[in-house]
């Protein structure tokens, strides 16, 4: 395992009955591979999914996550899974969606785009374009169950069997420490709107000494992206990003992708002191 996932699993410990803990979790996965937005959804039977933590880009991405909650999630390959018994584990989202899944009549009354560009034939409004995503199921016991989803742009390659297995051996941890936050967390979570903090964190880690290209380059090392990676995200090439690099970890007075991470977590925890 990473130096940096020995880094966030301590963090996790550390706070395993705090409102920080989803967010936590996101990022450590960060640490394991590359990915671009994450969203935590609790499902109970055929009751409206809960959702804990997202890392979405905008009001018309947050849009698209209530529109989810509300309606789509019925279409959901994750979900549909879930009512028929699935159990912890890593799943590609494109093989959970069984051809022909749905067809264009029952389609009609959800808010979604029916495309064959997206991996599951269509896109709720409003929900990121054009990514695949890699989702962890997590058993809560009575009937519950998460769902972490890992999204990245599809151009990128989408996510291998690789991935799959650099997440496996984390899969224990991380349902022992979703389950016993979930034990405190379920009533305020079920009755409170989201959490935007770790937003927050994202846009404004740096303060004033990052440049605003340098806050990109660091929310996506951060959220695992790799040289080459973070090079397309931006348009940009490796060598320039390694320019990049260079001056935010001289501003941020630091030397490597662990000091980096270890900064953000103190930036985090400020920000649910507050």
């Avoid at 880094?7 to 590359?34: N, R």
């Avoid at 804990?52 to 018309?60: G, K, L, Q, S, V």
């Avoid at 016993?180 to 770790?198: E, K, N």
Wanted: aromatic content about 10%; hydrophobic content about 40%; glycine content about 6%.
């Amino acid at each position: 395992m990473p130096v940096a996932w020995a880094a966030s699993s301590a963090e996790i410990v550390d706070h395993l009955d705090e409102p920080i803990l989803p967010s936590l979790l996101a990022v450590a996965l960060g640490t394991l591979i590359e990915y671009e937005y994450s969203a935590i959804f609790i499902y109970r039977g055929k009751a409206n999914p809960i959702h804990i933590h997202d890392t979405f880009p905008n009001p018309e991405a947050r849009a698209g996550l209530i529109n989810y909650v509300k309606n789509t999630y019925v279409l959901n390959p994750f979900y549909c899974a879930y009512l028929r018994g699935l159990t912890t584990g890593v799943y590609r989202m494109r093989d959970l969606a069984p051809d022909g899944f749905f067809d264009d009549e029952s389609l009609q009354q959800y808010k979604i785009s029916c495309t064959s560009s997206e991996e599951i034939g269509f896109l709720t409004d409003g929900w990121p374009a054009g990514r695949e995503e890699l989702c962890v199921a997590l058993e809560l016991g009575h009937g519950e169950c998460a769902e972490i989803t890992l999204s990245r742009k599809a151009e990128l390659g989408g996510f291998s069997d690789q991935d799959t297995a650099r997440l496996s051996p984390a899969i224990p941890f991380l349902a022992a420490a979703l389950r016993r936050y979930w034990r405190q967390a379920r009533f305020t979570h079920m009755t409170s709107t989201p959490d935007t903090r770790i937003d927050d964190a994202f846009q404004t880690f740096g303060g004033n000494r990052l440049s605003p290209r340098e806050r990109e380059l660091a929310q996506l090392l951060l959220r695992g992206h790799s040289t080459v990676s973070v090079g397309l995200q931006l348009g940009i090439s490796p060598t320039t990003v390694k320019t990049h690099r260079k001056n935010l970890y001289a501003k941020l007075g630091i030397a490597t992708q662990f000091e980096l991470f270890a900064s953000f977590i103190d930036s985090l925890r400020d920000k649910y002191r507050a």
